[in-house]
């Protein structure tokens, strides 16, 4: 399973764009990246999921750069209710493929 | 979009007894089902891969004697605690990925955990 490495936490001020990036160096050819926002005593809830270039919803926009070594969750001006954990998965996509969650980041939007 | 329910969704009891917390999908089939357990300020750990019609694949380190996975139908995984004590209390999620519709890139879907607080 490929390991992911994002930032402990991070803070900005509501309004702004976010990004958080997430490292998987040793993603493989078949592993999607996937994105989850967590709030407190709440299952994770899907936010986005890409394979490479740029993928874009109404919540947010995912980056994967050519090599795929990285990820960037870009979510545009945030607002307090923004405030979670947000966690990077990386896996085969195959249905029955367990995946591991890493650290997360926690996000704290300030007023 | 798929829904995944997961029930009691807070449940407190005392030393020695033991506790069913059940996950079901909704509105859609799930051969495999996940189950996590989550610390506070801590990430998910995976406990075990629940299959239908089979044994469940636990992880390293989790004792499949306490916690015991039933998974009998295509929309049902249960996940036993027994002779629970303090120190499982915890926060228990389940999760499952809609193949039938979604295909095999399909997100997993998480239900909304269960609290379990041993006195």
């Known amino acids: 399973l490929a390991k992911t490495t994002q930032p402990i936490s991070m803070d900005s001020y509501e309004g702004q764009e976010v990004n958080i990036t997430c490292s998987h160096n040793?993603?493989?050819?078949?592993?999607?990246i996937t994105w989850y926002q967590q709030f407190p005593s709440q299952g994770p809830r899907f936010i986005i999921q890409?394979?490479?270039t740029k993928v874009t919803n109404e919540v947010a926009s995912l980056f994967i750069p050519a090599d795929r070594k990285s990820s960037t969750l870009s979510l545009p001006r945030v607002s307090l209710s923004d405030t979670a954990v947000y966690y990077c998965?990386?896996?085969?996509?195959?249905?029955?493929?367990?995946?591991?969650f890493g650290t997360g980041t926690k996000l704290q939007v300030i007023p | 979009g798929a829904v995944v329910s997961q029930h009691p969704s807070w449940v407190i009891c005392k030393s020695g007894t033991s506790v069913k917390i059940e996950c079901r999908s909704l509105?859609?089939?799930?051969?495999?089902m996940f189950w996590y357990r989550q610390f506070p300020k801590q990430s998910l750990m995976l406990m075990a891969t629940?299959?239908?019609?089979?044994?469940?694949?636990?992880e390293q380190g989790v004792e499949k004697d306490k916690f015991l996975i039933n998974h009998a139908s295509l929309t049902l995984s249960t996940l036993t605690v027994t002779s629970a004590h303090p120190e499982d209390s915890s926060f228990y999620i389940c999760?499952?990925?809609?193949?039938?519709?979604?295909?095999?890139?399909?997100?997993?879907?998480f239900g909304d955990g269960t609290r379990l607080s041993i006195l």
């Open positions: 040793n993603i493989a050819t078949n592993d999607y």
């Open positions: 629940s299959n239908e019609g089979s044994k469940a694949t636990y």
């Open positions: 998965l990386v896996g085969d996509g195959g249905g029955y493929q367990k995946v591991t």
């Open positions: 509105d859609f089939q799930a051969t495999t």
């Open positions: 999760s499952a990925r809609d193949l039938v519709r979604g295909g095999h890139n399909q997100p997993q879907h």
């Open positions: 890409g394979y490479k």
